[in-house]
C-alpha cells in the first residue's frame, strides 16, 4: 500500500517564513509608509496617517480622472479580449485549411514584449509620418486620418485598441483548449435533437466553458488594473495631464519626483482593488458553473 509523502513540518515553517520575509513583511512596510509624509525632500518621517488617502480621493488633484481611466482601460479590454478572443476560438476549432498556422498567427502578438509593441505602435500611429496614416493617404482615403496618439479624443480609444490586439490572441488560447475540452458526445446528442449551431453554442459550449472565461476575465482584469508598460510607451499618460494616465503610471512618476508617500498610498489603492474585483469576478463568473 503506498503511503502519502509527509513533509517534516521545518520544511512548512521554512516554506512560510520565507514567503513572509520576502512577500508579506515588504507590503506591511509598504502600505505602513503610505500613511506618512515619506518624501524626497525631507528627512522629517512622521505620520500624517489618512492625509495621503483623503488627497487621492478629493478634487484638489487629478487621481480621481486616473482612478476612471484604469476602470475604464480594465473594462474596455476585458470585454472586447473576451468577446473577441471567443469568437476566433470558435472559427479556429472549425475545419478549415492551415489551423495550426492560423493559430499560431493570432497567438504570436502575445509572445512579444509589451513594451516592443508600445514602441513599434508609437511609430505606426506618428500623425505624420506613421505607417497607418501613411497607408490611408495612399489609399485616397486621407479623411480618416487622425493624430492617434496626440488628441485627447482619439489617444485613450488608440491605446486600447493596441492593447486588445495584443491580448486577444493569448485569450484564444485559453479558450480553445476549454472548447476542446468539451465532450463532442453533447453536440452529437444536441444535432439528433434537431439543435442548430447557435443553440449548440448557447446550451452547450458557453455553460461549459464558464470556468475558462472566469479564468480569462479574472486574467484580463488584473492586468488592466496594473497596466503600465503599454501606456508609457505609447503615451506616457498623455497627452495633457491625465488623458492615458492609469495608477501604476502615476506611482511611477511619483516615485520619479520624490512623492514616496503619494506614490505607496497609489499602490495601497491599486492592491485594494485587485483584491476586491479579483474576488467578487471569481465568485460571479463561477457562481453558474456546469460541471461536465
Known sequence: MNKKKVYPFYFVLGALAL????????????IGYSF??????????????????????????????IISNTLKFTAVTTVLKNVLGLALALLLTKSIRFLNFHRGIMF????????II????????????????????????????????????????????????????????ILIAG??????TYYEAAGIDGANGFQKFRYITLPLIMPTLATTTVLNVIYGLKVFDMIYALTNGGPGRTTT???????????????????????????LFMAVVGVFMIRVMTKGEVAE
Do not use: C
Open 19 to 30: 514567503y513572509t520575509v520576502l512577500f508579506v513583511v515588504p507590503s506591511i512596510i509598504g
Open 108 to 115: 504570436m502578438p502575445s509572445v512579444l514584449s509589451t513594451l
Open 179 to 184: 472548447i476542446l475540452s468539451i465532450s463532442l
Open 36 to 65: 506618512t509624509n515619506w518624501s524626497a525632500y525631507s528627512d522629517d518621517l512622521k505620520f500624517v496617517w489618512l492625509d495621503n488617502f483623503k488627497l487621492i480621493f478629493s478634487a484638489e488633484e487629478d487621481y480621481m480622472d
Open 245 to 271: 494616465e492609469v495608477l501604476y503610471t502615476a506611482v511611477f512618476k511619483r516615485f520619479g519626483t520624490g512623492q514616496y508617500a503619494a506614490g505607496t498610498a497609489l499602490s495601497s489603492v491599486m492592491f
Open 118 to 173: 508600445g514602441m513599434i505602435f508609437k511609430s505606426i500611429l506618428d500623425p505624420a509620418n506613421g505607417l497607418l496614416n501613411t497607408f490611408l493617404r495612399s489609399a485616397g482615403l486621407g479623411f480618416l486620418a487622425g493624430k492617434w496618439l496626440v488628441t485627447s479624443e482619439l489617444a485613450f480609444g488608440s491605446v486600447m485598441a493596441v492593447d486588445i490586439w495584443r491580448g486577444t490572441g493569448y485569450i484564444m488560447t
